[in-house]
Each structure stands twice: as structure tokens, then as C-alpha cells.
Antibody
Framework: EVQLVESGGGLVQPGRSLRLSCTAS????????MNWVRQAPGKGLEWVGF??????????EYAASVKGRFTISRDDSKSIAYMQMNSLKTDDSAVYYC???????????WGQGILVTVSS | QSALTQPASVSGSPGQSITISCTGT?????????VSWYQQHPGKAPKFMIY???NRPSGVSNRFSGSKSGNTASLTISGLQAEDEADYYC??????????FGGGTKLTVL
């Protein structure tokens, strides 16, 4: 059974940093790209970025709203995707989901989400 | 990259069919056959319902179908049931190796 579990969320002050983890099981993690998607309270889904599988270079891409502040990485030996979030803003407050990227970056399996609150 | 355009809300009675549109541009919906649809119930993670415009993942009811014409994709739900009441989102692969979502549509089953 495919499972994705996010961790590392919480309350953080503006300007500070946080690292989210997405721990995967039930599939060969290294074969898949992984997405990060967020949802602000009462709002819609927003794609944050993704990281390619190593066989495609293992490189990330980002939404304009987080480019230069967020960094996505992966450790295939541990089946974990990470997202380092720096210079956090109040607008970054959201539930953050990771998902397994299927065809055309569509996410076929999603984690339960983790809440990040940026507030002083 | 702008979000895809979806109606804010749609409604229908049990047994009826409804269609949710998702309008983009030549750089996303119109340029690639990589439109996906998701169902999200309150407080839950999104569920993958349609991929590559019109394909259903295993386990998704055949009451859900997808299509595309030009820059607009559509999700049709036939034989509406109470449990279909949820928010629905489209997404599309876009130029520059990015993903864009629609703003979401709230489906009310009357």
C-alpha cells in the first residue's frame, strides 16, 4: 500500500525557516518525481514545486511564489522528500501536502497534509 | 503562470449529471494532454479522479469522466450521489515544467 506521511510542520515566526519531510512507503520511491502542494485556510490548491526522479536528473522546479526561498531535495536511500522553507512569510501559512507525481505531474497518491503557520 | 479558471460552484440533484469546466491557455490545458482532476472533501486530502484528460485511476467510479476541447477541459459526473458533494480541482502540466491548478469548484448535491 502506498503511503506518504508529511512531518515537520508547526508554528514559526516570519523570516524564519522550517524543513518539511515526506516519508514514502509501499513503492519504489526513486522511480518517481514528487510534488509539494499547499492549501491556505479556506483557499484552493497551489502547486509549490516538484523534484524529478534521479534517472531524469533529480532536479527541482518551483512555483514563482516560492522560487529562491524554498528548496526541494530527496534522499532515495531513505525514501524521503524534503522541502526547506526559508524566509517564511505569513502568506506561506497553509496545509502542505506531498504527492507522488504521476503522468504530467498529476498527483496520484497524497499524504494527509501538515499545517505550517507563519505568525509572530 | 495564472491559475486555471473554474466556476466557483455548481449544483445538481441526485441522479442528474453535472459538468465542471477548467479553462486555461495554449501553454497549459491546450498545449498538453496532462489535465488531472481531484475531489476533496472537507478536512481531507485531495483524491485523484482523472488523469491525462480522460483516464480514470483504478477504483474511481465510471460515473466520473473527463474531456478536453481546445483550452478548456471538463469533468462530468453522471448519476449524482450525495457523497459526490465536495470541492473539485483541475490541474494541468504547463510550459516550463510546472503544474497549475484551477481555483476549485464547490459541488452541491441538492
Amino acid at each position: 500500500e502506498v503511503q506518504l506521511v508529511e512531518s515537520g510542520g508547526g508554528l514559526v515566526q516570519p523570516g524564519r525557516s522550517l524543513r518539511l519531510s515526506c516519508t514514502a512507503s509501499g513503492f519504489t520511491f526513486g522511480d518517481y518525481a514528487m510534488n509539494w502542494v499547499r492549501q491556505a485556510p479556506g483557499k484552493g490548491l497551489e502547486w509549490v514545486g516538484f523534484i524529478r526522479a534521479k534517472r531524469y536528473g533529480g532536479t527541482p522546479e518551483y512555483a514563482a511564489s516560492v522560487k529562491g526561498r524554498f528548496t526541494i531535495s530527496r534522499d532515495d536511500s531513505k525514501s524521503i522528500a524534503y522541502m526547506q522553507m526559508n524566509s517564511l512569510k505569513t502568506d506561506d501559512s497553509a496545509v502542505y501536502y506531498c504527492n507522488r507525481a504521476f503522468s504530467g505531474l498529476g498527483g496520484d497518491y497524497w499524504g494527509q497534509g501538515i499545517l505550517v503557520t507563519v505568525s509572530s | 503562470q495564472s491559475a486555471l479558471t473554474q466556476p466557483a460552484s455548481v449544483s445538481g440533484s441526485p441522479g442528474q449529471s453535472i459538468t465542471i469546466s477548467c479553462t486555461g491557455t495554449n501553454s497549459d490545458v491546450g498545449g498538453y494532454n496532462y489535465v488531472s482532476w481531484y475531489q476533496q472533501h472537507p478536512g481531507k486530502a485531495p483524491k485523484f479522479m482523472i488523469y491525462d484528460v480522460s483516464n480514470r485511476p483504478s477504483g474511481v467510479s465510471n460515473r466520473f469522466s473527463g474531456s478536453k476541447s481546445g483550452n478548456t477541459a471538463s469533468l462530468t459526473i453522471s448519476g449524482l450521489q450525495a457523497e459526490d458533494e465536495a470541492d473539485y480541482y483541475c490541474s494541468s502540466y504547463a510550459s516550463g515544467s510546472i503544474l497549475v491548478f484551477g481555483g476549485g469548484t464547490k459541488l452541491t448535491v441538492l
